[in-house]
Nanobody
Framework: QLQLMESGGGLVQPGGSLRLSCTAS????????IGWFRQAPGKQREWVSC????????YYIDSVKGRFTISRDSARNAVYQQMNSLKVEDTGVYYC???????????????WGQGTQVTVFS
């Protein structure tokens, strides 16, 4: 059974950068569209970005366009999210998840990692 693991979170000041990693055991990420989601304290989990299984399509929520980049590394069986120009409102627990499809309204399968905390503080 495929299991996901996120890493790369941390504390950073506004304007800083982090790169999140999503790795898998028990299966290949290449077979799936993958999304990054985040959950801020007291809020629902929201979708942030996604990549199609072939990596030829990527989508982002408007608030991160131009700042976040999702990418794949098949050799490492990993998906990354490079986050630049971080803002306080980017704070939350970030999860990667398998998707039925990647688009402007991606549909998650329900397979998640444990999450990684991103805190942007001023």
């Amino acid at each position: 059974q495929l299991q996901l693991m996120e890493s790369g979170g941390g504390l950073v000041q506004p304007g800083g950068s982090l790169r999140l990693s999503c790795t898998a055991s028990g299966g290949r990420l290449d077979y799936y569209a993958i999304g990054w989601f985040r959950q801020a304290p007291g809020k629902q989990r929201e979708w942030v970005s996604c990549t199609s299984s072939s990596a030829d399509e990527t989508y982002y929520i408007d608030s991160v366009k131009g700042r976040f980049t999702i990418s794949r590394d098949s050799a490492r069986n990993a998906v990354y999210q490079q986050m630049n120009s971080l803002k306080v409102e980017d704070t939350g627990v970030y999860y990667c998840g398998l998707l039925h499809w990647c688009g402007t309204n991606p549909y998650a399968m329900g397979t998640w990692g444990q999450g990684t905390q991103v805190t942007v503080f001023s």
